[in-house]
């Protein structure tokens, strides 16, 4: 107790204070098993006949005495009995057995189950103990009025003088800092300066206050004497402060603070200035004695021999879990627990801060009833609680009956309505909870003023004494701020508890401001025309809180976003920022990642809502777009790219945090284009924050600059993927509409941004009408209104990516909206004479003859018969047309206009051909005159599909041989015949393989890091090499064929370069590079990728050259460094380098988590992933699904693109790849096939000629090593009629999942025509060197098409196969194909 714990901390001593004798000796009394079982069942059982009383007397005075280290609930809900001889004892037996049962029962009070399970004992127990108190309080405030009290047994000691001050202060002045004299407030307080230089107020009125800003730490109190220099200048030279009810600024000026304990103080004297004062003796009992002062600082508590204070508390202590029930509530009012109470909190009555703060915590327990709450304030408790000295143990007991206070609204709201130096007063002692006070008393201030926040006049008194500062201070002053991870972890758990509510405390801070600011910017708006003098009521009264909900802060925030100017000065914002307080936030949501704590996530929300807020303003919005340092590392972060990883679930998996980071970017990304509102710079400023802060020069002049930087800042740190992808999450399901909707306004907000814009034009989002499907129905049926919103952003994407339209239908693609723009393109023309013919016979048929006749007249119209008019004439003449847009929508897909406009036979007549022009298949821009008469259609082209087969094609006469070389392409390379197969040893399975450049050899690597060279003619193995202790993933030889690059997963080095001339030898290594490949052109440089770094080193010299480190990374998991065809260009990790100057040329978007991408053989393109970027313009210009997360390998002439799955880690740790590839056009992206095979994929390769390709096939179970092998394929064949019949049920499942589109073609080609298809493939494949352009079609093939099936069996050979077992060296063929790689009979 004397080193001045935290009277709320309930945690064991060892844990609070680990060098305390009394922590270790009830770690070392609990060691014994036996020991409370002996305790309780035996020496607290009345079996001693005499010496009942003191036997149980001193049990229990021994298990008060353990009760710090002893987990209470699991004790009192195994003894049932044990709790029924407490209640007899409390009720029945002589003191002290009575008071300690109290102190007992009040410990087992504290487990609901206990307390609801003893329901009626307590209901009979607890008004007796309320009159024992009360008869005790009188007791001993009897003892302390009589003559020489100071002398008595208590250990009460006062000087003569201290005895004087005290009655006088009975008249007038009281202790603490406020007293009440004829209805007004006196603060009685001296100001003066601490050693440690910092500026102090002291309250000096009374002994006994005596402030230490040490007392909340754990350091023993020096008891001895300590003499304050009290001379007669200090005392003739004091000034005493008197605070009317509105004099506001004197009250800022004389804040309470501390006073060290070795400083000195002036000493308010109730005497005329003009009197002599006498010093006191040094050798006199001083008042600033600690053992004078340690009562009313720390108190104290004796439990033997019980002292009437002792007793009182046992009994409070008993009374205080109680409290907060509702059928205890009638007790404590028929009882008049106030003034019981009121009496507590004199602390010239009690004397012991201990005895005050036990009172408080039964008072915090009555609080909680709203009406015991009301009456408190009735009676002047507030009053009474403010007077309370401090620093003291009752001050932190204090802060929790303050926010029990704050918390019932109906409470406050009298509080408020006490004059404003009370109010003032009670900010003040809040304030300095916050800095001096423990920490639990720390923790209730801040709840308290959290919850006072939304009171103006509370908020508006807590900003005039400086309380932004102090709860920044809070954090700032944190010493494991940072998770040191020496510290303990308790420590650590308790930092991020004080981070946790100061985010929520700020939170509530600046939400109250931003209604505080709307309801001024809406006066502001409806008075505009009013002068200034008129006199308006206030909207929301002083006194009246604030009510919030998400719905109504959504509202606020839309309201003021727009409204607020370029470069406003919003006060609490502005202070934020000149405290440091946004560097403080930014930290905390970048630290929460690695926080193991249950509150994470609440943290992290409340910093988010309050940057939510805060970005309203522009200027939070340029220090979000900039660099900064977070604290204990040196790399620097954009503030966006913080928030962008929250939103993305980076930082803690939680939606209510997405939800509010969305709210951030959506803020920053969504604000206008031009600020017109009536609001100005002025009414933004506070009136005594006159800037004084430095503003850095910006380039930011406009909205428009501003924008532009936070939609680059955006696109930089990769928002396009985030966003787009929180567009399709479907879990938790409850909040998947909600995350949907908020990052749709985003993407709408990025929109408006013309180079995001056409990124997301190309997407499949986009393109394939996913947005549309997305918009149809909820995730959750209950959520339509979350998906309304999402819904409405949804249109407005449409609409800012297509152009402007009145509406559009959920289940309308990509074609329908261009082809509704196109229409809306078109210009109406028809013939204005044949609709004045068409206005006579419609008079003619009403029977207006003589008007008909009078209009062909003056119209000079001639007699022609009459016409024969179709039915959608006559609905035109009828006056009915036959418009979807009558029934509110329009055939292709748009609603009609809802615009009032004027409805003349023109317009009437020109919707009517508009609507016919839009049933058109494919509609024109430029239409010729519409004929009224006969029914508008534009001509269909005819799309022009060239035959596959070649032998159709080429005997056709007049055929188009432009189109021949991509026709032939898909013929080529949409078969594929299995020609060999070369299996590994059962010990070892293949990884990657790749031809020699002489077309002899296959280079394989293997899982226990060897390399095989294997004879393609003869399936020999020529040689094995060691090269790496793990599996090698990578080979890659030059074109010489001289050379080698490898590269292996794990144990470094991880890639070597090898000469192969006539010994295989080491010539190079890469330590931790995991990939490494020659340059293109003169392939003489070497290019290692290290993660997002890449390194160029002269095979020559053996030199790095050049280092590649990004500024910004993308973080590909598979990244990995390439050059372009001229060896000019680098890509890196996304980001494009131009090689001779070492500088970074462009940063592509990322779109894709792992696949950093290539160049195309033509050096114009770059593919990444399924993205096609433009290297010139850097633009998007298409995506190709069929590409998705697939390895690259390109033919020699650059024409074809072969795809491989990257492989799939397993949460068992195995990887698992694809069992299929597919084939696309490298001049239009176009897809030739998908070649479906039974294994799995790991590995292809092309042979030099590209008439060959390689490969690597596992088994599709994890646990089969054994069965890995190297196919190859012949290309351009397939297997002929014998080879089919082989093996009837692998063609049957062939037919299933083979496209049947191409095949059919090519079929009735090879029936109709008999030609040796096989032999022309011969001739034709190596004279196929002319590069062929070719049309797109405007109709979109099935992706499907051209797909393949070749199916390959893990036991026997495949028909036509030569397999070659590794193992035993030996091969031999089963069907009658040659065994060469290069040429091939006609077997077929």
Same mark, same amino acid.
């Given at each position: ?59 229990? %005075? ?22 029924? %001889? ?92 406020? *007293? ?17 230089? /910092? %500026? ?10 005596? @402030?230490?800003?040490?007392? /909340? ?50 000493? !308010? ?139 019932? !609204? ?96 700020l939170k509530r801070y600046f939400e109250c401001h931003l209604s505080f600011l709307a309801e001024k910017i809406g006066k502001m708006q409806q008075v505009s025309q009013i002068p200034q003098t008129s006199n308006r009521t206030e909207g929301t009264s002083f006194y009246k809180p604030l009510k919030h909900d998400p719905t109504k802060l959504r509202e606020l925030n839309n309201f003021v976003l727009p409204l607020m100017p370029l470069w406003a000065r919003w006060h609490p914002v ?212 979350? $998906? ?10 449409? #609409? ?88 509110? #929508? ?45 029914? $508008?259609? @534009? ?22 041989? +432009? ?64 090269? $790496?202790?793990?599996?090698?993933? *990578? ?77 910004? /990374? ?35 978007? #990322?779109?894709?988590? /792992? ?14 992933? +399924? ?48 069992? +299929? ?16 095979? #039974? %294994? ?67 079929? &009735? ?20 060197? &002319? ?40 091969? $031999?063929?089963?069907? +009658? ?12």
């Open positions: 107790m004397k080193l001045d714990p935290d009277p709320f901390d309930d945690r064991h001593p060892c844990r609070t204070h680990p060098q305390c004798s009394y922590g270790q000796s009830l770690k070392t009394l609990f060691k014994k098993d036996a020991f409370m079982d002996k305790l309780v069942h035996y020496y607290m059982k009345e079996r001693w006949g005499t010496n009942d009383l003191a036997v149980n007397t001193a049990a229990c %005075r021994l298990f008060i005495g353990i009760l710090p280290g002893l987990e209470t609930s699991a004790v009192y809900q195994e003894t049932e009995d044990l709790v029924m %001889r407490l209640f007899r004892w409390a009720e029945t037996s002589p003191d002290p057995l009575r008071s300690y049962a109290l102190g007992l029962l009040g410990a087992s009070m504290e487990v609901p189950e206990v307390a609801s399970k003893f329901r009626e004992n307590n209901m009979h127990l607890v008004p007796l103990t309320l009159c024992r108190v009360r008869g005790l309080q009188a007791e001993m405030i009897v003892e302390f009025e009589r003559p020489f009290a100071q002398f008595s047994k208590n250990g009460m000691s006062c000087t003569p003088d201290t005895k004087s001050l005290s009655r006088s202060s009975s008249t007038g002045v009281m202790n603490g800092d406020i *007293h009440t004299e004829n209805g007004d407030a006196v603060i009685i307080q001296t100001n003066s300066t601490n050693i440690f230089g /910092s %500026r102090q107020s002291v309250t000096a009125n009374v002994p006994g206050t005596l @402030c230490n800003p040490q007392s /909340s730490t754990t350091a023993t109190p020096i008891k001895r004497k300590r003499t304050f220099a009290l001379t007669d200048t200090t005392i003739c030279n004091r000034k005493k402060s008197r605070i009317d009810h509105e004099d506001d600024e004197l009250l800022m000026s004389n804040r309470n603070g501390m006073q060290d304990l070795f400083g000195s103080f002036e000493v !308010e004297s109730p005497l005329p200035e003009d009197t002599p004062k006498q010093v006191p003796a040094v050798n006199e009992c001083s008042s600033s004695s600690w053992v004078e002062m340690e009562s009313n600082i720390i108190g104290m508590m004796k439990i033997y021999p019980l002292t009437p204070a002792s007793k009182q508390i046992m009994a409070l202590r008993y009374l205080t879990p109680l409290g907060e029930y509702q059928e205890m509530l009638s007790f404590a009012f028929k009882n008049n627990a106030v003034e019981l109470i009121l009496n507590y909190l004199d602390t010239f009555k009690t004397k012991d801060s201990r005895l005050t703060f036990e009172a408080l915590k039964y008072l915090s327990s009555l609080l909680c009833h709203k009406k015991f709450a009301l009456e408190f304030i009735r009676k002047g408790g507030l009053l009474k609680m403010l007077k309370i000295p401090r620093p003291s143990i009752s001050a932190t007991g204090v802060s929790l009956c303050l926010y029990y206070i704050a918390y019932a !609204e109906d409470a406050m709201e009298k509080v408020c309505l006490m004059s404003k130096s009370v109010l003032a007063t009670l900010v003040t002692y809040a304030m300095w909870l916050l800095e001096c006070s423990h920490g639990s008393g720390r923790n209730h201030a801040l709840m308290f003023f959290g919850a006072s926040y939304p009171f103006k006049i509370m908020l508006d008194l807590f900003d005039s004494q400086d309380g932004l500062r102090v709860i920044l201070n809070i954090i700032s002053t944190l010493p494991n701020f940072l998770a040191d991870e020496n510290d303990s972890e308790e420590n650590q758990m308790l930092t991020r508890q004080v981070v946790r509510q100061v985010g929520y405390n502005e202070k934020l920022i000149k405290l440091g307080g946004l560097q403080y936030l930014m930290q905390v949501i970048a630290f929460a990642y690695d926080w193991n704590y249950s509150g994470r996530a609440e943290t992290v929300k409340s910093v988010l809502d309050i940057l939510a807020t805060c970005c309203l303003v522009p200027r939070v919005q340029i220090l979000l777009t900039e660099r900064l340092t977070l604290q204990g590392s040196n790399n620097l972060t954009y503030g966006l790219s913080i928030i962008l990883s929250a939103a993305e679930g980076e930082v803690v998996q939680d939606p209510d945090v997405q939800r509010s980071a969305l709210v951030v970017i959506g803020n920053c990304v969504s604000g206008p284009l031009r600020r017109n509102g009536v609001a100005t710079l002025d009414q933004f400023q506070h009136p005594t924050a006159v800037s004084k802060t430095p503003i850095r020069k910006s380039s930011v002049k406009t909205c428009e600059d501003l924008l532009n930087k936070i939609w680059e800042c955006v696109r930089v740190n990769n928002g396009i993927l985030i966003l787009t992808r929180l567009l399709l999450v479907k879990s938790p399901i409850r909040d998947a509409d909600s995350l949907r909707a908020l990052a749709c306004r985003c993407l709408a907000g990025l929109a408006r941004y013309k180079p995001i814009r056409q990124v997301l034009e190309q997407l499949p989002l986009m393109k394939s009408g996913m947005i549309q499907m997305l918009m149809r129905e909820p995730v959750l049926q209950e959520n339509r209104q979350e $998906h309304a919103v999402f819904q409405k952003y949804g249109l407005e994407l449409i #609409k800012l990516v297509y152009g402007k339209i009145t509406g559009v239908e959920y289940d309308l693609n990509v074609v329908a909206i261009h082809k509704s723009d196109l229409i809306s393109q078109s210009r109406i023309q028809y013939n204005e004479k044949q609709l004045l013919e068409l206005v006579r016979e419609h008079l003619r048929a009403k029977g207006l003859l003589e008007t008909a006749v009078l209009l062909g007249k003056e119209a000079k119209l001639d007699n022609t018969p009459p016409i024969v008019l179709s039915s959608s004439s006559k609905s035109l003449i009828n006056g009915l047309p036959l418009t979807p847009a009558r029934k509110g #929508k329009s055939t292709f897909g748009f609603q009609a206009p809802t615009k009032q406009r004027t409805v003349t036979l023109d317009t009437i007549v020109t919707e009517y051909l508009t609507n016919q022009h839009s049933l058109c298949k494919t509609p024109m821009a430029i239409c010729p005159t519409f004929d009224l008469v006969v029914p $508008h259609k @534009c001509p269909t082209p005819k799309a022009r599909v060239p035959t596959v087969n070649f032998a159709a094609r080429f005997g056709r006469p007049g055929y188009d041989w +432009s189109t021949a070389g991509s026709v032939n392409r898909k013929l080529v390379y949409s078969r594929f015949k299995p020609i060999r197969v070369l299996r590994s040893p059962e010990e070892d399975h293949f990884t990657t393989a790749s031809f020699s450049s002489c077309n002899q050899w296959a280079i394989v690597g293997t899982h226990n890091g060897e390399i095989k060279l294997i004879n393609i003619v003869t399936g020999s193995e020529d040689g094995t090499y060691s090269c $790496h202790d793990s599996e090698i993933h *990578h080979v890659q030889p030059n074109r010489k064929g001289n050379l080698l690059l490898t590269s292996s997963i794990w144990r470094r080095p991880l890639s070597k370069l090898w000469r192969m001339d006539t010994l295989f030898e080491n010539i190079m290594e890469f330590d931790r590079e995991e990939y490494a490949e020659f340059s293109n052109l003169t392939q003489d440089k070497v290019i290692a990728t290290n993660m997002e770094h890449a390194y160029i080193y002269d095979i020559e010299t053996k030199m790095k050259i050049l280092t590649l480190e990004p500024r910004m /990374s993308n973080q590909y998991t598979k990244n990995r460094a390439t050059f372009d065809p001229n060896d000019e260009l680098i890509l890196c990790d996304g980001v494009l380098w131009d090689f001779k100057s070492g500088t970074e040329v462009h940063k592509f978007d #990322k779109l894709n988590e /792992s696949i950093s991408g290539v160049f195309h053989p033509k050096g114009l393109e770059i593919i990444a992933n +399924s993205e096609v970027w433009d290297v010139r313009t850097f633009k998007l210009l298409r995506t190709v699904r069929a590409l998705d997360q697939c390895t690259l390998v390109f033919t020699n002439d650059g024409e074809i693109i072969y795809g491989t799955k990257c492989e799939k880690e397993t949460p068992d740790g195995y990887k698992i790849a694809d069992t +299929s590839f597919v084939t696309l056009d490298a001049t239009d992206y176009e897809r030739i096939g998908t070649i479906e095979l #039974k %294994r799995n994929i790991y590995s292809l390769a092309t042979s030099p000629n590209d008439l060959q390709i390689a490969l690597v096939e596992n088994s599709s179970s994890e646990d089969s090593v054994s069965d890995s092998c190297v196919r190859f394929y012949e290309v351009g064949r397939s297997r002929g009629e014998e080879e089919e019949q082989v093996d009837e049920e692998d063609e049957e499942d062939e037919l299933q999942s083979q496209d049947s589109d191409d095949d059919d073609d090519d079929d &009735e080609g090879s029936d109709d025509i008999g030609l040796d298809v096989d032999r022309l493939l011969d001739e034709l494949l190596p004279n196929e060197n &002319e590069e062929f352009e070719n049309e797109e079609s405007q109709e979109e093939t099935e992706e499907d098409e051209g797909e393949m099936v070749l199916e390959s069996d893990s036991e026997d050979a495949e028909a036509g196969e030569a397999e070659v077992d590794l193992s035993s060296g030996s091969a $031999h063929s089963d069907g +009658s194909d040659s065994t060469s790689g290069n040429d091939s009979d006609d077997g077929d």
